[in-house]
Structures are given as structure tokens and as C-alpha cells.
């Protein structure tokens, strides 16, 4: 009976590490397949960076083409508001020169016509 005992036991303690081993086993592959998970969220957090750094790229190239659009916009309405004003200046200097030269001609024209008398 001691035998059978002893038989049972040493093929229990066998099977029990045959088990250990397999569970070693498994446990390397649930590792591999843990660390394998985490690369893939790795790489997910890398797309979702990468995505991130892509809207804000596109954010900011949005953001710097209106603000140039704005700018030329107000450079041109400068422009446009200097050429009216130098239009605006060269139209008043024609209206006073004609407005002095046909003044300075009647004046002349009145001389003429007293000195004809």
C-alpha cells in the first residue's frame, strides 16, 4: 500500500509539474500575447497622435492662410484707400488750379475789356 502511496504521489507531483510547465507554458504565450497587445495600443496611441498632430497641423495652416488672407485683404484696402486718396488729392489739385486759372484769366479778360474801353 505504501508503494501505491508513494507511486500516486511521485505521478502526482510529475503530472503537477508536467502542468507547471505547460502553465509556464501558457503563461509565456499569454505574456507574448499581453506584450503583443500592448504594441498594438502602443501603435493605436501612436495613430491617434499622429492623427492629433495632423488635425492641429491642418488647424494651424488654416489658421495662418486666413490670417494671410486677411492681411492682403487689408493690404489691398490700404492700397485701394491710398489710390483714392491720391486720386481724391489729385482730383482736388486739378478742381483749384482750374478754379485759379479760369479766376486769373476773367480777371484778364475783364483788364482786356476795360482797357479796350
Known amino acids: 500500500m505504501l508503494r501505491w502511496g508513494v507511486a500516486i504521489a511521485d505521478a502526482a507531483v510529475d503530472d ?18 499581453n506584450h503583443d497587445d500592448d504594441v498594438n495600443y ?11 498632430i495632423i488635425i492641429m497641423m491642418m488647424m494651424i495652416m488654416m489658421t495662418t492662410t486666413t490670417m494671410m488672407m486677411i492681411m492682403m485683404m487689408t493690404m489691398m484696402m490700404m492700397m485701394m484707400m491710398m ?10 489739385v486739378v478742381v483749384v488750379a482750374a478754379v485759379v486759372i479760369s ?15
Open 16 to 33: 503537477d509539474d508536467d502542468n507547471d510547465d505547460d502553465d509556464d507554458n501558457d503563461d509565456d504565450d499569454d505574456d507574448d500575447d
Open 42 to 52: 502602443d501603435d493605436d496611441d501612436d495613430d491617434d497622435d499622429m492623427i492629433m
Open 83 to 92: 489710390m483714392e486718396v491720391v486720386v481724391v488729392v489729385a482730383v482736388v
Open 103 to 117: 479766376m486769373n484769366l476773367r480777371r484778364r479778360f475783364q483788364q482786356h475789356t476795360i482797357n479796350k474801353r
